[in-house]
């Protein structure tokens, strides 16, 4: 099938060399030059395991020009919905990536499906996209379709999880919107939800809020424990067993962070609050996580005095196996270590570049020239963590690197 992808950023990159993969002819169309070129020259602008392998096995072309798209019978929205300052959700680019959808549409042959990828509130398809497109002058249902099928995958094994989704949701205006993007996943192995636009919308907020609040949830519980004295991850363990549970994201620590729980959780709690609804365990789900950084930085400062002390971090990313640091909790523990005056040295595998670019004038050196500074921070759980030798150290454990329990001073955040 002809494929077009606005955006080619995580989302969009990973969809459109994946269904390049598939056989299908994929254009993807940015407004950042920078990252087509780079497309074009089979240069990955984000790291993501496997995806410089599969840009240059695949034949996909990228453009700044929105006319590439006229001869696709699928058009995806994948651009950014990021969180204004406030936390309002900016719906910006989605109209925007729309309006400029409607410009081509005017001249478009044929029947083709437009299909919002993005993380978008609740109505957004019905109420924004769809307006914006039928101002080119042809109707949903009759020239084109229109569906909302929400994005599942993680950073860091998103090929993987594109490929092999836990469930495909397809949200459809009408039977035709849907049936064309079954033609797409008709074969992935996963179960298959055909419902409207607007809850597919909220199937994603919902399943994030749900994560985020399993997080917040277990730290919660860490704080209590730590303070008893009783082993958090042990804690988890017993817990994992019920499958009404299940053993995954218990693991307590300093918080969840990056592109999506943090924003969608906001999106749904700013979408709830102008219903008149106060979303009260969603609130705190996010309180929670505010506040559970810094408490790596109150541990810290039982042991060293804040002031003039190089404080080494190790790990920048919101995750290991990515290079995005996109609400990372390394950025708050970072702004409280300067606040009080300390010197940052940092390391991260992947990180660095994208982390400098918010934090120019900390320093950025060796994981080996981190383990000389006055006391570690363990912020990202890279597997390389665990090879370090810690002995003689001060070290204060946001996500529970075992190895480093080896160190001379030894404090978890909340075991
Ligand atoms: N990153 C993730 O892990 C993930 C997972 C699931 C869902 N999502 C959702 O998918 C969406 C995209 O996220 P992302 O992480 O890929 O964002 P991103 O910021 O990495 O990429 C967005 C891309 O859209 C481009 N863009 C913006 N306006 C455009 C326009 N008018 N026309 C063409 N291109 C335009 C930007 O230049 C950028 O390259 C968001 O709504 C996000 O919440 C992200």
């Known amino acids: 099938m002809r494929i077009s992808v606005i955006g080619s950023g995580y989302v969009g990159l990973i969809t459109g060399v994946c269904l390049a993969k598939l056989g299908n002819k994929v254009t993807l169309v940015d407004i950042d030059k920078e990252k087509v070129e780079a497309v074009n020259n089979r240069i990955s602008p984000i790291c993501e395991e496997g995806l410089r392998e599969i840009l240059r096995e695949v034949s996909i072309e990228a453009s700044t020009e929105y006319q590439r798209i006229m001869g696709s019978e699928l058009i995806f929205i994948c651009v950014g919905t990021p969180s204004n300052e406030d936390g309002a959700i900016s719906l910006e680019y ?11 549409l005017k001249r478009k042959e044929g029947y083709c499906v437009i299909c919002v ?12 996209v769809i307006p914006v497109l039928e101002k080119s002058g042809r109707r949903v249902g009759i020239d084109f379709g229109v569906c909302m099928s929400p994005e599942f995958l993680r950073e860091g094994k998103a090929i993987r999880d594109f490929m092999n989704p836990a469930r495909v949701i397809i949200g459809e205006y009408d039977k035709s919107s849907g049936d064309k993007l079954l033609d797409v996943y008709r074969d992935f ?9 607007r809850t597919a ?9 749900f994560l985020a609040t399993k997080i917040s949830f277990m730290n919660e519980i860490g704080n209590i424990c730590k303070q008893l004295g009783i082993d958090t991850y042990e804690v988890a363990k017993g817990m994992g067993f019920d499958d009404r549970i299940g053993s995954k994201f218990l693991n307590a620590g300093i918080g969840f962070g990056g592109s999506c729980l943090p924003k969608d959780l906001k999106m749904l709690i700013g979408r709830a ?9 969603l609130e705190e789900v996010l309180k929670l996580n505010e506040a559970q950084a810094l408490k790596l930085v109150e541990a810290l400062k039982k042991h060293v005095p804040l002031k003039n002390s190089v404080i080494g971090l190790l790990g920048l990313a919101f995750k290991p196996g990515t290079d995005d640091v996109r609400s990372s909790s390394a950025i708050k523990i970072v702004e409280a270590l300067l606040q009080e005056g300390a010197l940052v040295k940092a390391y991260d595998p992947l ?12 320093e950025y050196v060796t994981k080996e020239e981190v383990l000389n500074s006055d006391a570690i921070l363990i912020v990202t759980e890279w597997e390389e963590f665990n090879n370090l030798d810690y002995r003689g150290k001060i070290v ?5 690197v075992l190895k480093a329990k080896e160190a001379r001073i030894y404090e978890g955040v909340c075991w």
């Open 201 to 209: 919308e909220i199937i994603k907020l919902a399943s994030n809020a």
């Open 94 to 104: 989605v109209a925007k990536a729309a309006e400029q959808i409607a410009e081509t």
């Open 351 to 362: 990180a660095v570049k994208n982390f400098s670019k918010l934090f120019p004038r900390i």
């Open 117 to 128: 990828k993005s993380t978008v509130t609740p109505g957004t398809t019905e109420e924004l």
């Open 396 to 400: 204060i454990d946001g996500r529970r």
């Open 273 to 281: 609050r102008e219903i008149g609804y106060e979303p009260a365990v």
């Open 189 to 197: 192995p996963a179960p298959f939800l055909r419902t409207n636009l």
